[in-house]
């Protein structure tokens, strides 16, 4: 009874991000289907990356006509986030020895489910991880599906607005999250101006900036955060 209660608890969280997943994932799906890929391959590439701005750059430079090693490489800088994220939730995780339950949840540590997870101020079952997780991850493949098929139907404005959608978010957990802990501010202002010193002074390409950016305002969170501050608990 209370893995089924906490199963749906992270679904309740996840909901939100469902809707949002569902219609950035239309985009990719439009564009896939502008790209020349085929409905399988579309849904194939969302069921086995899961990682929206990783698979939009995929997609722009195999549109460019980058070499596979190159597109690889890229994908794998502008996803190597995801390994930090993972190992600074794995000590907050209850099950931490299930390599099954790990290796999953390691997949589906997206920004916003990383973001959530978060700010639970308490240890992370596998029960709520699992609905989390499999509720934004349906959003996110069925979304690409939809995308591809219904694609060619939708006026330009809503293709627009559905590439914006994950930005929405991002700004809505941070102006909830600003409310609790002013911090959040300073992390915000320091990954900004790294990423915008990277790219117009430096002249750095737009996801090698990201990851600097990235990257220094973890470690800057680092020194200003304290565990009980980001998770609530000891």
């Not at 209660?5 to 950035?24: H, I, M, N, W």
């Not at 995780?93 to 589906?108: N, P, Q, W």
């Not at 293709?159 to 914006?164: C, N």
């Not at 990851?211 to 200003?224: C, D, H, P, R, Y």
Request: charged share 15%; with cysteine; net charge neutral.
């Amino acid at each position: 009874m209370e893995e089924k209660l906490l199963f749906k608890e992270g679904v309740r969280d996840g909901s939100p991000v469902f809707l949002g997943y569902f219609a950035t994932a239309v985009a990719f799906g439009l564009l896939c289907r502008t790209s020349g890929l085929r409905f399988f391959e579309s849904v194939l590439i969302s069921l086995t990356n899961y990682a929206g701005s990783g698979q939009f750059l995929m997609m722009n430079l195999y549109n460019a006509g980058s070499f596979l090693l190159e597109i690889v490489i890229s994908v794998f800088f502008i996803n190597s986030r995801y390994i930090f994220m993972s190992a600074s939730l794995y000590p907050h995780l209850e099950d931490k020895k299930g390599v099954l339950s790990r290796l999953f949840i390691g997949f589906g540590d997206t920004d916003e489910n990383f973001a959530i997870a978060s700010f639970k101020g308490r240890p992370l079952p596998i029960g709520y991880m699992t609905g989390l997780i499999l509720t934004t991850y349906s959003g996110w493949v069925s979304g690409t599906a939809v995308g591809f098929v219904a694609g060619s139907f939708l006026p330009p404005v809503v293709q627009k607005a559905a590439v914006i959608t994950i930005y929405a978010m991002f700004a809505s957990i941070l102006g909830s999250e600003t409310k609790k802990n002013a911090k959040v501010l300073l992390v915000l202002v320091v990954s900004a101006v790294l990423n915008s010193f990277s790219v117009l002074c430096l002249h750095i390409a737009t996801g090698f900036s990201f990851i600097i950016a990235m990257l220094g305002a973890t470690v800057f969170a680092s020194f200003i955060y304290t565990d009980e501050e980001v998770f609530g608990i000891e």
